[in-house]
């Protein structure tokens, strides 16, 4: 072999070397910030934990790692446990013991221990039910967003609850900066008669129509203020077709941009 | 599909109709779902039982990456409602390992 090809041979070596070093580090890196992003959520140490793989969103990327039964789901910009799964099985799900207000106190104590200055924020519950998924078990869903002024953020904290025992079964704690402003120039009036453009072969109550204003993230990364307007026709009967007791239902979610008034999302019940 | 788990009085409940015509098991939803989050959770669900899940946690962990999933932040747009009938248990294979 030629010097000069010993060279070459030696030099592609070396950058193929570094390169897979340099990929290693990297990997083990990440591993080590999720590590101990999860072991600060968790209050434990020595997790033994797997990548299983990423989740793409609006929202951002999330690195989904899992240690026995439970998820967790880390910000891959800021390394934060931003959501966790902890499985049970629906054998554990099937009795309600827990009163809808004391599942919420510890829902909300989880809350104040997992989410950074909780209790600073206005968070205002949003929804709270206690949901039968049949032979998959029942839980308690607690939602709270957060609010500035009148106008909901991206910042939710959402917890579930095993109604027998009061364990927690999944969290999910959204924090994000808001970079928008949060003054519409569409009224709530204005977004509901360009959500009914939509729709136009219904005949709706307008004050039946919902809306709401928030900052969502209509494309990925970036915040926009909107409107949401719920639009549910409810039950037609096809009387017009021989199925004279079949129900569909119509309409859908509608998102207005709240400073433009465009529609900026139309999403059909099915 | 919406109200696929709710009860009609006419023709009864859709998940216990398909055990009783042979179905091992059924999913279905008893509120109005959302066309672009049904579609992220069924992806979601498949890809799960093909990373054998049981149906219980295929049917949950997608639930669960919906409300990830905005628009609407925080919101499932009615998949929450989901509903199983059946073995939660079961895993679901490729037909090619089948006989």
């Not at chain 1, 569909?248 to 709240?258: C, E, L, Q, R, T």
């Not at chain 2, 579609?39 to 049917?59: E, K, P, V």
């Amino acid at each position: 072999m030629k010097k000069r090809e010993i060279i070459w041979l030696i030099a592609v070596s070396v950058i193929v070397t570094t390169s897979v070093m340099a990929y290693n580090d990297f990997e083990s890196n990440e591993k080590q910030f999720a590590g101990d992003a999860i072991e600060k959520f968790t209050n434990l140490s020595d997790i033994d934990m797997q990548l299983i793989g990423h989740l793409s969103t609006n929202l951002g990327t999330f690195e989904i790692y899992q240690s026995d039964t439970s998820f967790y789901y880390i910000n891959s910009e800021s390394n934060r446990v931003e959501g966790a799964i902890f499985i049970e099985s629906p054998d554990q799900l099937k009795t309600v013991r827990l009163t809808q207000y004391d599942a919420q106190q510890k829902a909300q104590q989880f809350a104040i221990d997992h989410y950074n200055r909780f209790t600073e924020k206005n968070f205002q519950l949003i929804n709270a039910e206690l949901i039968d998924h049949g032979d998959g078990g029942i839980e308690y869903l607690f939602i709270w967003r957060e609010f500035i002024q009148s106008t909901g953020t991206p910042n939710i904290v959402q917890i579930s609850v095993n109604p027998e025992s009061g364990k927690i079964l999944s969290y999910i704690g959204i924090q994000r900066d808001i970079k928008v402003s949060v003054l519409p120039k569409i009224t709530e009036d204005e977004a509901i008669e360009y959500a009914l453009t939509c729709f136009p072969k219904l005949y709706l109550k307008r004050e039946s129509i919902p809306a709401y204003l928030s900052v969502e993230y209509i494309t990925p990364g970036t915040q926009s203020l909107t409107w949401t307007v719920i639009i549910k026709h409810e039950w037609i009967e096809l009387q017009s077709i021989s199925f004279d007791q079949m129900e569909y239902s119509n309409g859908g979610i509608v998102v207005i941009d709240a400073q433009t008034g465009k529609v900026l999302l139309k999403d059909m019940w099915r | 599909m919406c109200h696929s788990a709710e009860i009609n009085a006419t023709y009864g409940n859709f998940l216990t109709m398909s055990q009783n015509k042979g179905v091992d098991n059924a999913i279905g939803f008893r509120d109005d779902i959302s066309n672009s989050k049904a579609i992220y959770w069924n992806n979601r669900f498949w890809y799960h039982t093909n990373n054998n899940y049981n149906l219980y946690s295929a049917a949950y962990v997608a639930t669960y990456e919906t409300a990830l999933y905005p628009p609407i932040t925080g919101n499932y747009s009615g998949l929450e409602s989901w509903v199983l009938a059946g073995n939660w248990q079961t895993k679901l294979e490729p037909a090619r390992y089948g006989n």
